[in-house]
């Protein structure tokens, strides 16, 4: 069965042909049942818990050593595995994050020779994030998504977005260097246990929730980091900021329809994706994706 939607509802914005910014859009890789029992239904987009993730770095305890550059408190004053513990914890616990791919620049506006570059065109994250080529990949107009979360969440949250760096940081330091996995014990002992996360966190969220490395370069995420005390799901509406939906080789043609009918109206442009010998191709032939 043809899936069909409405050209009078279809918006101005295309997201395959003659795209050229490739700062426009983020893509977020999901399976077909967190698409249409959560995503579409209730049009939203859940922050995840930050210890959740797949990556050891953020899902595992961080290890602290000490730095003092005022009084050079003897390391035996502290338990570093006990502060270890609570310092991670304090970190991460509270931490929620939702994550995206992008396009790879530049692009020349030609399908054909950009398809590479585009977010939606990953592989490994079909296989890893979108129950192995049988999902969706959601299409999201940045700015427009941008607007709805900082509008919902700025207000009552601590929130920080941006392009992850990648980078491959080997475990050996200069001991007398302040860096994100020192505890300032000057500062600790100034500000206390209560003020001190929130001093590390300033001084180094960036090396903490935005640097990974280099092997997950290819993803070229951006993410939203929100900290958040709530015990309850953090979700933001994503309003009409969902332009997008790229089909999977093995998306079966049931859940194609109900994604079709959660965006009916919506102008939401629909693409299969599928592989061609060694290269991926856009569906064309299914004239049912306007």
């Excluded at 001084?203 to 939203?224: C, I, P, T």
């Excluded at 509406?237 to 089909?247: D, E, Q, R, T």
């Excluded at 442009?269 to 191709?281: T, V």
Aim: some cysteine.
């Amino acid at each position: 069965m043809a899936i069909t939607i409405s050209r009078s509802a279809a918006k101005d914005e295309n997201v395959i042909i003659n795209v050229t910014d490739h700062n426009k859009y983020l893509y977020h890789y999901t399976s077909a049942a967190t698409a249409i029992n959560c995503i579409l239904k209730f049009r939203t987009l859940r922050l995840g818990e930050y210890r959740r993730t797949n990556d050891p770095k953020e899902s595992k305890q961080w290890l602290f050593d000490f730095v003092s550059f005022e009084r050079k408190t003897d390391r035996i004053d502290y338990d570093r595995n006990a502060m270890s513990a609570w310092l991670s914890d304090e970190l991460k616990r509270d931490t929620r994050l939702v994550c995206f791919s992008r396009d790879t620049g530049p692009l020349t506006g030609n399908h054909l020779a950009d398809i590479f570059n585009r977010g939606f065109c990953k592989p490994r994250m079909w296989a890893q994030y979108a129950a192995n080529h049988t999902g969706v990949c959601l299409v999201f107009n940045r700015e427009s998504l941008e607007k709805e979360i900082t509008t919902q969440l700025d207000a009552h949250t601590p929130l920080l977005g941006g392009a992850v760096q990648y980078k491959d940081c080997g475990i050996a330091r200069d001991l007398f260097e302040e860096v994100l996995f020192s505890i300032n014990t000057d500062d600790l002992e100034r500000y206390g246990r209560e003020r001190y996360p929130s001093i590390h966190l300033r001084k180094h969220y960036r090396e903490l929730f935005f640097e990974k490395m280099s092997d997950w370069k290819a993803e070229n995420e951006f993410r939203w980091v929100a900290f958040s005390k709530t015990t309850e799901p953090l979700d933001v509406k994503y309003g009409s900021a969902l332009v997008g939906m790229i089909f999977g080789e093995d998306t079966s043609e049931e859940n194609k329809r109900e994604m079709s009918l959660l965006t009916s109206g919506a102008g939401v442009e629909m693409r299969g994706l599928k592989w061609k010998n060694h290269s991926p191709w856009y569906d064309f032939e299914r004239q049912g994706y306007r």
